[in-house]
């Protein structure tokens, strides 16, 4: 398949102060503040994450991605995204809670509503692959240690996913905190997510 995720078709969303992008690796040095939320249990609305995003009407893919990352302050986070607009848009990422342990989860949010589905892991674990696989307005998000063994971590619809979409990487701190985020391995296969018989 002829996608790539190279520099020269890649588009900021809110573009960071601080990030380096060379060919094999992409570091994003987050600000405090910054989050992707809408609505749901908290009220409030954020819509001020960096992302990285190219654009793409192929509509059965998938797209992986190795995270690294040094969080240390409740809910930092580093993952995939897709980011239509700021009230359709789905990301995964493994969200620091505390010394103990930390959420790896995904929000989906369709229509201006934010939900969170996570499961906690031990907060030792610095490093995590993820696949992000389309199949038209339907996406399946997997996760790995290893990048071999892969996961599924949810299955969802996107409402505004059906057509060209903007798919990358992101890297926020919600609260007062600033950690570096590191992205290598980003690469579009073929569809991993196979169709259900």
Same mark, same amino acid.
């Given at each position: 398949?002829?996608?790539?995720?190279?520099?020269?078709?890649?588009?900021?969303?809110?573009?960071?102060?601080? $990030?380096?992008?060379? @060919?094999?690796? !992409?570091?994003?040095?987050? *600000?405090?503040?910054?989050?992707?939320? #809408? &609505?749901?249990?908290?009220?409030?609305?954020?819509?001020?994450?960096?992302?990285?995003?190219?654009?793409?009407?192929?509509?059965?893919?998938?797209?992986?991605?190795?995270?690294?990352?040094?969080?240390?302050?409740?809910?930092?986070?580093?993952?995939?995204?897709? $980011?239509?607009?700021? @009230?359709?848009? !789905?990301?995964?990422?493994? *969200?620091?809670?505390?010394?103990?342990? #930390? &959420?790896?989860?995904?929000?989906?949010?369709?229509?201006?509503?934010?939900?969170?589905?996570?499961?906690?892991?031990?907060?030792?674990?610095?490093?995590?692959?993820?696949?992000?696989?389309?199949?038209?307005?339907?996406?399946?998000?997997?996760?790995?240690?290893?990048?071999?063994?892969?996961?599924?971590?949810?299955?969802?619809?996107?409402?505004?996913?059906?057509?060209?979409? #903007?798919?990358?990487?992101?890297?926020?701190?919600?609260?007062?905190?600033?950690?570096?985020?590191?992205?290598?391995?980003?690469?579009?296969?073929?569809?991993?997510?196979?169709?259900?018989?």
């Amino acid at each position: 398949m002829d996608v790539t995720f190279q520099r020269d078709h890649l588009f900021w969303v809110h573009e960071p102060k601080e $990030y380096t992008i060379t @060919d094999g690796e !992409i570091v994003i040095k987050t *600000e405090a503040g910054t989050d992707f939320w #809408q &609505r749901t249990y908290y009220g409030f609305q954020n819509n001020n994450a960096p992302a990285l995003l190219m654009k793409t009407n192929e509509k059965y893919f998938s797209f992986l991605v190795k995270t690294e990352f040094d969080s240390k302050q409740r809910f930092d986070q580093c993952g995939v995204i897709i $980011y239509q607009n700021s @009230d359709n848009w !789905i990301k995964a990422s493994i *969200e620091y809670e505390n010394e103990e342990y #930390q &959420r790896l989860g995904s929000v989906v949010t369709n229509l201006g509503y934010s939900d969170w589905a996570t499961t906690d892991i031990s907060a030792t674990k610095k490093l995590m692959y993820y696949r992000l696989s389309r199949r038209e307005s339907d996406y399946c998000i997997e996760n790995s240690y290893d990048g071999i063994h892969y996961k599924q971590m949810r299955i969802a619809h996107l409402f505004e996913g059906a057509d060209n979409i #903007q798919i990358g990487i992101y890297a926020c701190s919600p609260e007062e905190s600033s950690f570096n985020a590191i992205f290598t391995e980003m690469k579009f296969t073929e569809c991993q997510w196979k169709d259900h018989k």
